[in-house]
Structure formats: structure tokens, C-alpha cells
């Protein structure tokens, strides 16, 4: 592939630091994006397609193929990338913090991240680079998502403010964001006084914001409080969400973010199998070593909370179990790893994507399709994971 410098001299230098300096406008520069991002920039308006090229792809590097890597906060939200289809689009992520403390023995994170959570250094100096690089290169909106990979509200932010920093900021440049969703086991820190006033800020849809229409079409709000919620009885959070804010304390939050009007989605996820098990002999999940997690009873209370408070929605997504970074799966889930076994027979469960699943007829027969008939039941919509981010705008 030919290589792109920018000058003679630029490039000599350029060799000397062991870097190359990549010509962003050169047309061949489109080649060099790895395949899975390309649909991003594709078809859209060749400013915009310039703009996010310079925000996400790096301006110096030495390696044949690029990704997304360059923004030091603000980055790329690219869960699926590695799909053959890459469906999220230009779409934002702030990881407020490393980690997280909720400790929920189903995270997903664990696979990437360490365990014990962390602020990260320098954070506000960073965030105020990206969002000025955002400014400097007039990229587009697009919806921002804090945080995958950690809760924005645990309790590192109530000593270093990181996740308040980062609303100040998005509002600041609230024009170079479209939806702000959060999503947190603590919407109690989420309703106080001083974060209430930053998520109704960031709410208000100013009549020149880029995406005021766009949002107007579709009924959505500018803001969202996203709260995960997957057990009704403390005994079952305790369980499965070690060190999260209990039941009672999420429902009274959840119900404070309402009666401030903010826009909440309830996450009844990740839906587990209940007992008794069809397993030959029958089981149940104490035998097994684990606690029922969700009873058709507590799924009945929990879609009948969300539509009692009038989330937007409900977001759903069967129970993977994941392989953790750097060390092995907790007791639990080699339990829960036990029981899929049993339930997936004579099939195996599906390894993919770093974690384990049931297969599709398994998990419809079990999970998804008791949970979906309650929604349907109490009138409450109901959205698979990823149709939840995809059709966020
Ligand atoms: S709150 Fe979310 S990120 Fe934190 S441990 Fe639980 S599942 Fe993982």
C-alpha cells in the first residue's frame, strides 16, 4: 500500500522519530480505515466524513490498517465493531472512571477491565481536549453514553466529581452531542439537587440545536437516565448485584428522576432462568448453589414499577456469562456456567464474543419469552439490548 506523507522533508523527520505523519486528505487515506469502522464514514457529506476522520483516526501513525484511538476520553462507542455489520454508527462513549464498584458478578466488563476501580488521572484536562478537538474539526452531533464499562454514579463520585465534570462539559458544547444517556445502579446520586439541574439543562432542546428536528420526529428526549434494575427482592441484588445500591434505594431514586419530569428506561437486565429448572432430574437454583434471581413474580412487580413511574421503556438481554480479565470465573457464575450446561443439552452453550450463552430456542423458551409476554401484559414496551443503542439518535 502506498504510503501517505505529507512532505519530503516532513517524511524524512517524520522516519527519524519512528512515526508517519498521515495525510488525512489524501484519497487513499479512506483504504487504510479498518473495514469494520468504514460504514461510518461511508455516504455521509464529505465535511462530516473529514470531520470525524480527524477526531477519531490518528494523525501520526506507522501501522498499515487504522481504528478509531485517537480521542483520549470522548471515544468511539464500538461494542459490536467487530461484527460483520457495524450498525452503531458515530456514536460516543465517556468511561467516566475505570471500573466499578457495584461488583455484579454478570458484568460484562470483567472481561476488559480491572477490578477494583479507579479514577482516571487527569480526566477533566482531557475531557476539555476532546471537546475542544470536537470544536476544532466542527464534528457532528452524535448521542454520547456514560459509561459502559462503569457505573457514572458509584461511589468515587461523590469524593472526585468526575462524571459531574463531564455533564458541565457536554453542556457546554451541548451542540456537539445529540442524546445524553446515563446509566447507573444509583439513580439516587443521579436525582440530587446539584445533578438534577445539570440533567435538566442538558434536556432542554434549544430550537437551534443541530438535532431539535430530528428529536422532535421522533418523540425523544435529549436526556435519559438509563436504570438497571433486574431484581425485585434485596436477597436476589444482594446475590447477583454485590456492592450495588439496593432495591429500595433505586426504586425511590427512579421514582425522584420522575417526579423531576426526567426521562427514565428501566433496565430489567440481564434476565436470568428461574426454577424449577427443566433439567433431567428437575432442579432448582439453590440446588445448584445460587439464588432464585427472578421469579415470574418479581418480573410482574418489576415491569409493573416501570409502568406505574412511566419509563420510556424497558431494556432487556439474557444473562452471558463472561470470562474475567486476568483471572477466573467467580463461583457463581461457574454455577450459573453449571446450570447452562444442563439446560443447553444436548447442545452446548454458545462461546462467543469472550462470554457464554444459551442457545436462542433455550433462551426464548426461558428468559425472553415469560418476560416479553408480561411487558406485552402491562402495556410496556419492551427493547433488546442493542435495538435499545441503535435507536437511541
Ligand atoms: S454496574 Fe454495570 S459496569 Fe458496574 S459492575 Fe455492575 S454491570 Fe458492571
Given at each position: 500500500m502506498k504510503q501517505l506523507v505529507s512532505?519530503?522533508?516532513?517524511?524524512?523527520?517524520?522516519?527519524?522519530?519512528?512515526?508517519?505523519?498521515?495525510?488525512?486528505?489524501?484519497?487513499?487515506?479512506?483504504?487504510?480505515?479498518?473495514?469494520?469502522?468504514?460504514p461510518v464514514w461511508e455516504g455521509r457529506p464529505a465535511a462530516e466524513e473529514m470531520a470525524l476522520r480527524r477526531y477519531f483516526l490518528p494523525h501520526r501513525s506507522r501501522q498499515a490498517v487504522l481504528t478509531p484511538s485517537r480521542p483520549r476520553v470522548i471515544k468511539w462507542y464500538c461494542p459490536f465493531a467487530a461484527q460483520s455489520v457495524f450498525p452503531t454508527g458515530h456514536r460516543y462513549c465517556i468511561n467516566v472512571y475505570v471500573g466499578c464498584s457495584c461488583r455484579c458478578v454478570y458484568c460484562y466488563a470483567t472481561s476488559y477491565e480491572p477490578a477494583t476501580p479507579a479514577c482516571k488521572q487527569h480526566f477533566a484536562r482531557l475531557l476539555a481536549k476532546d471537546l475542544a478537538d470536537l470544536e476544532r474539526f466542527d464534528v457532528p452531533p452524535a448521542p454520547v453514553h456514560l459509561s459502559?464499562?462503569?457505573?457514572?454514579?458509584?461511589?468515587?463520585?461523590?469524593?472526585?466529581?468526575?462524571?459531574?465534570?463531564?455533564?458541565?462539559?457536554?453542556?457546554?458544547?451541548?451542540?456537539?452531542?445529540?442524546?445524553?444517556?446515563?446509566?447507573?445502579?444509583?439513580?439516587?446520586?443521579?436525582?440530587?439537587?446539584?445533578?438534577?439541574?445539570?440533567?435538566?439543562?442538558?434536556?432542554?432542546?434549544?430550537?437551534m440545536h443541530p438535532c431539535a428536528d430530528r428529536w422532535a420526529a421522533a418523540g425523544s428526549p435529549a436526556v435519559q437516565v438509563e436504570v438497571s434494575l433486574a431484581f425485585w427482592r434485596e436477597e436476589a441484588r444482594l446475590f447477583w448485584d454485590?456492592?450495588?445500591?439496593?432495591?429500595?434505594?433505586?426504586?425511590?431514586?427512579?421514582?425522584?428522576?420522575?417526579?423531576?419530569?426526567?426521562?427514565?428506561?428501566?433496565?430489567?437486565?440481564p434476565l436470568f432462568p428461574r426454577s424449577p429448572l427443566p433439567t433431567q432430574p428437575v432442579q432448582t437454583l439453590p440446588d445448584c448453589g445460587l439464588v432464585e434471581a427472578q421469579t415470574l413474580a418479581d418480573l410482574e412487580s418489576l415491569v409493573s414499577f416501570a409502568r406505574e413511574v412511566g419509563v420510556r421503556h424497558v431494556v432487556y438481554s439474557p444473562a452471558k456469562i463472561v470470562l474475567p480479565w486476568r483471572s477466573g470465573l467467580p463461583a457463581a457464575m461457574q454455577d450459573l456456567l453449571r446450570v447452562y450446561r444442563a439446560l443447553a443439552a444436548p447442545q452446548k452453550p454458545v462461546w462467543r464474543?469472550?462470554?457464554?450463552?444459551?442457545?436462542?430456542?433455550?433462551?426464548?423458551?426461558?428468559?425472553?419469552?415469560?418476560?416479553?409476554e408480561i411487558c406485552q401484559r402491562h402495556g410496556v414496551t419492551a427493547k433488546f439490548c442493542m435495538q435499545n443503542l441503535i435507536e437511541t439518535i
Open positions: 512532505t519530503p522533508v516532513e517524511a524524512h523527520q517524520n522516519l527519524r522519530s519512528g512515526v508517519i505523519r498521515v495525510d488525512q486528505s489524501n484519497p487513499d487515506f479512506l483504504a487504510k480505515i479498518d473495514p469494520h469502522f468504514r459502559n464499562s462503569s457505573d457514572p454514579f458509584q461511589p468515587l463520585e461523590l469524593r472526585f466529581g468526575h462524571t459531574k465534570c463531564a455533564l458541565e462539559g457536554l453542556l457546554a458544547h451541548r451542540h456537539r452531542f445529540s442524546t445524553v444517556t446515563l446509566l447507573t445502579k444509583y439513580p439516587g446520586v443521579a436525582a440530587r439537587a446539584d445533578y438534577l439541574q445539570l440533567l435538566k439543562s442538558l434536556g432542554e432542546i434549544a430550537p454485590v456492592a450495588a445500591a439496593s432495591v429500595a434505594r433505586r426504586i425511590e431514586g427512579i421514582r425522584a428522576l420522575r417526579a423531576a419530569g426526567i426521562p427514565v428506561v428501566l433496565r430489567i437486565d464474543g469472550g462470554s457464554w450463552r444459551l442457545p436462542r430456542p433455550v433462551v426464548e423458551q426461558l428468559m425472553t419469552g415469560p418476560f416479553l
